[in-house]
């Protein structure tokens, strides 16, 4: 009898990105598409591998919203089984997650091993007491591990060892297949993660075990038609916007003897994202390049209300200080019409390096390093011995403590008679 499943991670339910009411929104409308492909799909049983919720401290719409649609799982005759991730673990002096609030509720079955005398121990899941590590569906056993962070490694070996002395004891009655939900990272699949295992330490695992459903990295990943991570639903951060391909699976289990399975990756349902980078470089003044991405934005435009990162590369031909990222900022608002957009500057400074001697007078120096800044303004090249001249003759009426109405006077008449010479004048 063909057994099927649908296996989720990561969904951030109450993710309040950037503050916005409709990126939470955006969160519940993923997982009800989610909800809503098990139901049409009729799989047998759905499977949330950790951080169904944000927050371990929830929101009351948050879970009214999880609970209502668990609920339409429940109604379409379909088990929802659950671990605990690292965002929803309870507060020590808690004793209820909000995860086993839904369990209470009978909307969830929440599955973990638990260690008594020092010994990690399975128990089948019990309805009345709302726990367990393994419930079997349909012929096919799912086993669940709540994360457990810098312990991960012991506890996968410990998990080896209680599925042997499983397998010694129920030889004839054991399921054809296995499944074991964890959230946990497989290690190399991404900088700087915790909660990270190596390989070889889930290798031990494999006898036991026919698919091990991973969540908690956001990036998807499989390996040898054994390790599943199916990615994050949602955006909850830039990086993860890169990673098109990624949702949940649907997986079609044919228990056997010899037991096999097919897992097909569905894109989840996501607000746009779109990164657009704009090379700086080859504008010389403000009005140059705001034009120049104006005429890169129009074809951006959305009418799906896209989250717009609009990230500015480049060396600058001018000053940074004129470079205005409101006004950038709002070009990029009235053209694509994104539901939010973020302007990243991560353009250079001109650079440029002064090239003094140590036989100059320091006069000569001043004057060197006045040029070079000024010519790494393109706008100011053409004239920047002459405004290096009039800085350094400022300089000097100040330091011969000339009355500040002279000095005045004397900045007005150089600006007069340098004025039409560049190509913006006032924005000196
Ligand atoms: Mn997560």
Redesign the pocket.
Known sequence: MTVRFLHA??I?LGNRQYGRQEREDDFARSFREMISTAVQQRVDFVLLA??LFHKRTVEAHSFVQAAHLLDQLKQAGIAALAIE???ERPYYSEGLSWLDGLATLGLLRVLTGEYHGGELTLDPYSDRYNRGAYIDIKGVRVYGQRYSGATTSRIISDLAGALASQQRQESSDRPAFSILML?AGLEDVLDHYSGTVQRHELDGLRPYIDYVAL????KPYEQDSWLYNPG?LEN?SADEAQWEERGYYLVEVEPGPPPAHRADLRRSLRRPYLRHRFTVDAYETPVALEQALHTELIPLKSDEQPILDLVLTGILGFGREHLDLASIQRIAEELVRPLLCQVQDRTRAGLFEIRTDASMTRREMEHQILVEILESDARHRTHAESWAEAALHIKDLALGRQPPEAIIAELERLLGATEGVDEEPERC
């Open positions: 991670a990561d951030h950790g951080d991730g690292n965002h959230h969540g908690h990295i956001h994050s909850n």
